[in-house]
């Protein structure tokens, strides 16, 4: 009886993870024990080149650092989670509750303070790889609002409304986060790009576009609310 081939693990076959972190010793740490346990590791110090990296490569998963030199990490994070399907573990000395929030927030899928331990986090980044591919859609609903995604056309009942590249895209994100309380700040990353950053103002006159075309009352508004000092709701 011929004995079953033996199961090789190729390089192909390795988890691919992204560390962008600019404390040395703990970035070659890292690196060390992560590759210990079989991932292929990939290592950036600075924001920007982060960015680049995790574009050429497309990792499985990305440990960010907040506080990067060149661009901070919840820019990175935004920019890299409005761009591909990627878990984010984000590490960081900021323990309160706000940053945890600003940076789950921003795309993360985890948020780890430091000190930590090593146990803690192979068992993070074990269960964010286990996470299952955001689900695509080419249709978002909302009651009687509907966005056709793919042909870019936006329906109240049967009427097709008259929006604008970027009123479609900013109506698309609260329908996507429904019931979620989104930034400003977090809207200008997603729909405008992180350099907006700062331009509040682009929003609150975009919010107000959208309202005249989908709200019944658009000076009292039901589907899109405010959230004094903070941002905007999708309600339905």
Known sequence: MQEPAEMTITQDDKKSILIIEDDETLRQTLAYNLESEGYNV??????PSGVDLARDKTPDLIILDLMLPGLDGLSV?????????VPIIILTARSGEVDKIVGLDSGADDYITKPF???ELLARVRAALRRQP?????RLEANDLSLDLIGRKA???????NL???????????MRNKGMVLSRD???TKVWGYEAVGESRTVD???????EKIEENPSKPKRITTIQRIGYRFEG
């Open 77 to 85: 994070c935004r920019i890299l989670s409005r761009e591909m399907d």
């Open 117 to 119: 331990s090593l146990g």
């Open 42 to 47: 990939s290592t950036a110090e600075e924001g």
């Open 134 to 138: 955001k689900a695509v859609t080419d």
């Open 164 to 174: 604008s590249y970027k009123e479609f895209d900013l109506l698309a994100e609260l």
């Open 155 to 161: 329906y109240k009942g049967s009427n097709l409304l």
């Open 205 to 211: 006159v975009h919010v107000r576009w959208l309202r």
């Open 186 to 188: 977090l809207l200008l």
